[in-house]
């Protein structure tokens, strides 16, 4: 099935000059789901595209610049095909469409921005790219064995990897899911916690327990770790394995030292995807241990089945005020920043 052909088809163009452009929105289901609830959506449409959009009953009337009035067409036409795709729209969804017409070639890709195949799909959402990078790193999630990607926070970094892993549980391409990350400084020291080993480990995992239960739902996950389908667990449990058949993620990997590193690089088996995430300038070892993300980045980039991807500020995705601070802090370190 063709969605985005679908899509325009639900949108009749109507006039065109050189004042504004209107045109019909046909299915009034669609369209009410669309606008949002109280036009929030048309809102902040209007807001991104710096025009103003009149609706009276299904038509709609845009005015503005000549290409932000097509913009307009464009966004609507996306919400459109992602509530087909999904039987969901999210005002997130409009930032990100308008987002995605800075990255290459996009004026020619976005009227399909929800129905080409940088699209990850899971039970409760569908996932896309929101940046050049971004793409880059799910085609790479998607072809290679191992990749690697070092940026600051908010990049997409796990939640992608962790997208891609479900997709490819659900499509049956993987039959496990395995999410590590080192715990407690990367030391394990775990002993002086309460509790079993469980309750020890889950506070440092919950970042991975919040993308599964956004991309599946709870319950589903409950009994996909209960079945070990999925299985969430510290870097030192990957000790002595080898891993087959699974998409296996290690998150926060510049608090892994260099012989953790490539012990987990060395647990790869047959049919599996490693993912080494990490942002190198949140390390948090101790003076006496060094991170080995970085240097085995380094040790490994001229290996061909070995993606390596870096993230910047440009790709945060965050509050904006999010980039901003990381640009700092990066202008911070460098030789001629000034404190």
């Avoid at 709609?60 to 609507?76: E, F, S, Y």
């Avoid at 729209?89 to 890709?109: H, L, P």
């Avoid at 087959?244 to 510049?254: G, N, P, R, T, W």
Wanted: charged share 25%; glycine share 6%.
């Amino acid at each position: 099935m063709n969605l985005s052909r679908i899509a325009s088809e639900q949108i009749e163009i109507i006039e065109k000059n050189s004042n504004f452009i209107s045109f019909y929105i046909k299915n009034n289901f669609v369209l009410s789901k669309i606008i949002g609830e109280f036009d929030s959506h048309l809102k902040e449409i209007e807001s991104l595209t710096l025009t103003s959009i009149n609706l009276r009953g299904n038509l709609m009337i845009v005015r503005g610049d000549p290409n932000k009035r097509q913009l307009v067409v464009t966004i609507l036409d996306n919400l459109i095909a992602k509530y087909l795709n999904t039987n969901n729209i999210e005002k997130e969804d409009i930032k990100i469409i308008f987002d995605a017409s800075k990255m290459k070639n996009a004026e020619n890709n976005l009227v399909s921005i929800y129905n080409n195949n940088d699209a990850i799909k899971t039970l409760k959402k569908t996932i896309i790219p929101r940046s050049e990078k971004q793409k880059i790193y799910v085609e790479a999630l998607r072809a290679h064995k191992v990749v690697m990607a070092l940026g600051p926070a908010g990049t997409g970094k796990t939640f992608l990897a962790v997208a891609v892993a479900v997709a490819l549980l659900l499509e049956e391409k993987v039959k496990k899911i395995i999410l590590s990350r080192p715990a407690v400084e990367a030391g394990e020291n775990l002993g002086f916690l309460p509790g079993d080993m469980k309750d020890k480990v889950d506070p440092y995992l919950i970042p991975l327990y919040d993308s599964l239960y956004e991309l599946l739902g709870y319950d589903k996950i409950q009994r996909k770790i209960e079945e070990g389908i999925i299985e969430i667990a510290p870097l030192a449990f990957m000790r002595g394995r080898t891993l087959k058949d699974s998409f296996v993620i290690l998150d926060e990997a510049q608090n892994a030292t260099f012989t953790q590193v490539k012990m987990f690089l060395t647990r790869l088996g047959t049919n599996s995807t490693m993912v080494i995430n990490g942002d190198p300038s949140q390390v948090d070892l101790g003076k006496s241990k060094e991170s080995g993300l970085y240097e085995s980045t380094k040790i490994l980039r001229k290996i061909d089945e070995i993606k390596i991807i870096n993230f910047d500020h440009n790709d945060v995705m965050r509050h904006p005020l999010v980039s901003k601070i990381v640009k700092a802090y990066d202008d911070y370190k460098k030789p001629d920043g000034k404190s």
